[in-house]
């Protein structure tokens, strides 16, 4: 379904997801939060894909702290593009336990709704992927953005009641809140980044009960200050050290080889619980991935249990 016509190849990578560690348009933010969401056809071209791209390797390596992400700004990704990435950032749990946390981003940028309320997709749900994580008994992170969470609230509320879900904050709207990132929509200001904070705090705690404790920037784009700023809100930002690499991607393999060659002990893995047209290899993936990390003597847990102790 959702067969890529021109238009919609060029929406989907000019507009929606770009970032969380998905391949994103190379080159400066395309557009400002609030302003202009359509292709400007700079920043947002739409670029073919690879055939088969190499899992890009941001491990964090010798962290200041364990677990602490010690990147600077303007980290060049190996696809090209770049991110802004601020230190202070969780990207792992101990490197002593064999466990990992699987974390899924729930993006809903401004554009995405308005795809979604013309029809011209049918949802950005995975259904099958959490269908997949409930039969196999697999705990898993959802990263919400307020946008998503107020889309799908019978669904919000459903994960929350399930104890192997936690809840974790994404953002109201999925704007970059650094450039350069994957050409995302921006968001400016302290008073607006705080918003995009408190305001899907409030919106996830409102809908479903439970306060978030760790909050992903929009494509993990951020500024030493803008880490500040989440912490001061009461959440932990968290990065991840494992990129499933599952947007726009079509084939589940290549996701599949992407996690388990990048996949250790403590290991954060971020991909998408979006769906077609964005992500429709993400619940295939993991049905080979979840099995073969287990069979290796991986345990799944979420964020907070990994990060315990
Ligand atoms: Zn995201």
């Not at 601020?86 to 940028?109: C, K, N, W, Y």
Request: hydrophobic share 40%; proline share 9%; glycine share 12%.
């Amino acid at each position: 379904m959702a067969r890529p016509t021109p238009l919609l190849s060029a929406l989907v990578s000019a507009l929606l997801l770009a970032g969380c560690g998905g391949k994103g348009a190379p080159g400066p933010a395309s557009g400002t939060r609030g302003g202009t969401e359509t292709s400007d056809g700079t920043g947002g071209e739409p670029r073919p894909r690879a055939p088969a791209p190499r899992p890009r390797t941001r491990r964090p390596g010798r962290a200041p702290t364990a677990g602490l992400a010690p990147l600077g700004p303007g980290v060049a990704l190996t696809d090209g593009s770049q991110m802004a990435v601020a230190a202070g950032q969780v990207a792992h749990g101990a490197r002593s336990r064999r466990e990992i946390a699987l974390t899924f981003d729930a993006d809903m940028t401004r554009a995405m709704l308005a795809t979604l309320r013309s029809g011209r997709v049918s949802g950005w749900l995975d259904r099958r992927l959490f269908a997949e994580l409930r039969a196999t008994r697999t705990p898993a992170t959802i990263f919400l953005t307020g946008l998503w969470t107020r889309q799908y609230p019978a669904q919000v509320r459903r994960l929350a009641r399930d104890p192997l879900f936690e809840l974790a904050n994404h953002s109201i709207d999925h704007a970059a809140f650094a450039t350069p990132c994957f050409g995302l929509p921006t968001v400016a200001g302290a008073a607006a980044k705080r918003q995009e904070v408190v305001g899907a705090a409030h919106t996830i705690e409102q809908i479903a009960g439970v306060r978030p404790r760790y909050f992903r920037f929009p494509g993990g784009c951020a500024r030493p200050s803008d880490v500040s700023l989440v912490e001061g809100a009461g959440e932990r930002p968290v990065l991840w050290d494992v990129v499933s690499g599952d947007a726009f991607q079509r084939d589940p393999n290549v996701i599949v080889r992407a996690v388990l060659a990048q996949a250790r002990p403590g290991s954060i893995v971020v991909a998408h619980c979006i769906g077609a047209p964005n992500t429709p290899a993400t619940a295939a993936a993991m049905r080979v991935i979840i099995p073969t990390l287990r069979a290796r003597g991986y345990r799944f847990v979420t964020l907070s249990q990994l990060l315990a102790g």
